[in-house]
């Protein structure tokens, strides 16, 4: 409240102060002090008030202003810090776009050498079929022949038996004595014999 | 049995025989032992057993050959198996036949048929294998019944063969 206000307030409650009851008794407001009292307490309210305007005055002020320069600071690094905050954001949703293009990347990449594989083991796998049938064929093959030789060979040893006693039957005496007078001619005759 | 042991022995039955005089006899019943000892396990068994004495083993020879060969073949036979020589016997008179035949400046001829021959053929055959080899020959027959039938004849490295036994084979490998 400025000077002149405080004096208006004090002269419009002057008036009360001349009041006079029903008895003719002048009493004291039970608010406002007298003039006695209430001039000079002015004046030094005044003076209060003067010194403290021009001595705290800059001081408060000053507060104040390094107040508002601590708010505003304040309010300077909280849009800083918001403004990394949001940087770091970005940053970490282009590192998580990132992480994701690596993972999809990854994926296509194993997606590709498991289907490689895939690939590569059906390839072999179809070899080693190709492979194990042709083997198993050459081996069938060579069991036919086998048995075909063996075949052969039981056939010869059972017809030589055979042979050897039909012959042996056949051979008689006179049998016996022709083929020796043919020997006997013929090498007498030098021809028809084997050496 | 070294050659020259085989050999020394062939040559003193060569001997004994000729100064018996009767080296044609000897000489071909000791080739027809040799041959009969060849195709015989149970003989050479016998004749070769170590566990049998020496005495057993001539005395088996002598009752084997008795009326069937002349004492001197005997008596040959039983003094190399005596001396245990009996698995060297067949080498033994091969070379005394060989020697025999050398003597007589005849060469060696071997036959071989699965039936006995007659003298006849004997004369025949030694005849027809002296006209085909230009040679005079020393004729050995030995029935050998595998064989089966026909004849073959070795005449030093000469081998005439016509017997059942090789055309069998032949067709075998044929076969």
């Known amino acids: ?195 | 049995m070294s050659d020259a042991l085989i050999e020394g022995y062939a040559r003193a039955l060569f001997e004994v025989a000729r100064a018996e005089g009767t080296l044609d006899e000897v000489e071909d019943e000791l080739f027809r032992f040799a041959r009969s000892y060849e195709s015989s396990d149970a003989l050479r068994a016998a004749l070769t057993d170590e566990h049998v004495p020496a005495d057993k083993r001539q005395a088996i020879v002598e009752d084997l050959l008795d009326g069937k060969a002349t004492p001197t073949s005997v008596q040959l036979i039983s003094m190399v198996v005596g001396s245990g020589r009996s698995r060297d016997l067949p080498a033994i008179i091969d070379s005394l036949v060989q020697r025999a035949s050398s003597a007589k400046q005849l060469d060696l001829a071997e036959v071989r048929t699965a039936v006995p021959l007659t003298d006849d053929q004997q004369a025949r055959l030694k005849a027809a294998l002296e006209n085909a080899t230009g040679k005079s020959l020393n004729l050995k027959t030995i029935v050998d019944p595998s064989v089966v039938g026909g004849v073959v004849a070795t005449i030093g490295d000469v081998v005439i063969d016509d017997t059942v036994r090789t055309r069998i084979d032949q067709l075998k490998s044929r076969l």
Do not use: C, H, N
């Not at chain 1, 004291?28 to 010194?51: K, Q």
């Open chain 1, 1 to 195: 409240m400025t000077f002149a206000g405080s004096t208006l307030l004090a002269a419009g409650r002057a008036l009360p102060m001349l009041e006079t009851d029903d008895k003719g008794y002048i009493t004291s407001d039970p608010i406002f002090a007298p003039w006695g009292e209430f001039i000079p307490a002015a004046l030094a309210s005044l003076i209060v008030f003067l010194l403290l305007y021009k001595y705290a005055g800059p001081i408060i002020k000053k507060s104040f202003r390094d107040r508002t320069a601590g708010i505003q600071k304040q309010l300077d690094d909280s849009a800083a810090a918001k403004v990394a905050a949001e940087a770091e954001a970005t940053r970490i949703r282009e590192a998580k776009g990132d992480i994701d293009a690596e993972r999809a990347r990854l994926y296509a990449e194993a997606d590709a050498q498991a289907e490689a594989l895939l690939a590569d083991g059906r390839a072999r796998l179809e070899t080693e079929m190709a492979e194990l049938e042709a083997r198993a064929e050459a081996d069938i093959s060579a069991a036919a022949g086998r048995s075909t030789d063996e075949l052969r060979l039981e056939i010869a040893k059972y017809s030589g038996a055979a042979v050897d006693r039909i012959v042996a039957g056949t051979l008689d005496d006179a049998a016996q004595q022709e083929l020796i007078e043919g020997f006997i001619a013929r090498v007498g005759a030098g021809t028809g014999v084997a050496s």
